[in-house]
């Protein structure tokens, strides 16, 4: 899908014009709203490749329904 991959961080929050993300090491990382594509939201995986930040929606649907799986066997027991 993209040539080069440098950056993957999952978008928890939105805070003052920035999208506050967590990066697959467990960091956290501030981006400017600006830099991001204009529909992001809470809970995409952004992947920074070829210059720009891209939302990966399949690791994020695939990310929702590993959570939604999880609480489901959670709640049942």
Known sequence: ???RKEMIA???RM???YA???KE???M???PLDKLPADVRAGDILV???GAYHIDREAAEERRKKIIALQESLWSK
Do not use: Q
């Open 25 to 27: 090491n467990g960091s």
């Open 20 to 22: 506050v993300c967590e």
């Open 48 to 50: 920074y490749a070829d």
């Open 15 to 17: 805070e003052g014009g």
């Open 1 to 3: 899908m993209f040539k």
């Open 29 to 31: 990382v501030r981006l």
């Open 10 to 12: 999952t978008v928890d």
